[in-house]
């Protein structure tokens, strides 16, 4: 298959790699040039100027960008991927975007006789380099059936989880799962340990017991009590996916008060760190608020 990638970012880089040649003929295209031109030179992939040069004679073009504005932006311009793609080509989106802007650019492609599907990734990127990601996908069942060997070369669980938007709303859920659990491990740390129990011991025992989660089982482990807090997944993505969880959880009338708390605690921690800051670096900001570190 003819495919195009673009954004070659933390996630998605490892992610275009599994996609490279001899699996498939690839294309890749990044807003940094010399990105995209040293990834072509290590894999044997083409380099694009434009994601309009790159969508051209794709069957299947692949987004991975901050948001659903950044694909919305690169879809739309003169230069951009719609202005490269063919009618019978597909659009596969694996940004954490927002629902109702896929809904819309789906409309519009369809006009075009373009096909879409959101398919946002979750794993991390050791998931990614692993080939191991889950994959939620939302369109329709002929679309899902004609990308599922794409998407297989970097996914282990592959699910099509509804219509348009469904895998946008499904990972935006996770998100705020994600979230809820590294502030309310950090609190439940810093509790444990003014009682007089060791962080260490403290996370031993919630692994076996039943408060464990991700969180507590490997990003606290590896990360807070290391200190080490490896920059692999930004707070500002972390911020705009619970964002768009409790932007959904509104317009569906859902009463989720805890996700509303939780936005409102990444928005806070987002600014008072910065943009490079690490999605799990948020324990600092609870550190800071009992003037007690988690080590
Ligand atoms: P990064 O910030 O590492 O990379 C962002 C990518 O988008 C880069 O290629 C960047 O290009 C490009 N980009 C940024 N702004 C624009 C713009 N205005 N126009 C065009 N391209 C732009 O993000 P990640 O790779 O970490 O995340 C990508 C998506 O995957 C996000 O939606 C994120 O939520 C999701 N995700 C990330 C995971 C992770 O562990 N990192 C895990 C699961 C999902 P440039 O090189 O020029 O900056």
Redesign the pocket.
């Known amino acids: 298959m003819r495919i195009a990638f673009?954004?070659?970012?933390?996630?998605?880089?490892p992610m275009a790699r599994h996609l490279a040649p001899p699996r498939h003929a690839l294309t890749v295209w990044?807003?940094?040039r010399a990105?995209a031109d040293a990834f072509a030179g290590d894999t044997g992939a083409t380099a694009a100027a434009t994601a309009a040069e790159a969508a051209r004679g794709a069957d299947v073009v692949i987004t991975?960008?901050?948001?659903s504005r950044?694909v919305e932006?690169?879809a739309d311009a003169t230069d951009g991927l719609v202005a490269g793609m063919a009618s019978g080509s597909v659009l596969v989106d694996?940004?954490?975007?927002d629902p109702a802007a896929s809904r819309r650019l789906a409309a519009r492609l369809a006009g075009a006789g373009i096909g879409f599907m959101d398919a946002?990734?979750?794993?991390?990127?050791a998931g990614?380099v692993r080939g191991t990601l889950t994959v939620m996908c939302g369109g329709d069942d002929a679309t899902f059936r004609r990308v599922h060997p794409v998407l297989d070369a970097f996914g282990e669980k592959i699910v099509l989880c509804g219509p348009v938007g469904a895998g946008h709303a499904l990972?935006a859920a996770n998100q705020a799962l994600l979230a809820v659990h590294i502030w309310s491990l950090a609190e439940a740390l810093l509790m444990a340990t003014r009682a007089g129990v060791s962080p260490a011991l403290a996370l031993e025992v919630i692994n076996a017991s039943s408060g464990r989660s991700n969180a507590s089982m490997n990003l606290f482990p590896e990360r807070v009590l290391t200190r080490a807090f490896p920059r692999?997944?930004?707070l500002a993505?972390?911020d705009?996916?619970i964002g768009i969880a409790a932007s959904v959880a509104r317009e569906q009338r859902v009463s989720a008060p805890l996700m509303q708390l939780t936005a409102e605690l990444m928005k806070v921690s987002h600014q008072a760190l910065g943009e490079d800051a690490d999605h799990v670096e948020a324990v600092k900001v609870v550190e800071q608020w009992s003037s007690q570190e988690i080590a």
């Open positions: 673009l954004g070659l970012g933390s996630i998605g880089a990044n807003r940094t990105t991975c960008l901050p948001s950044e932006a690169v694996c940004t954490s975007g946002p990734v979750s794993g991390g990127v990614a990972k692999t997944f930004k993505l972390l705009k996916d």
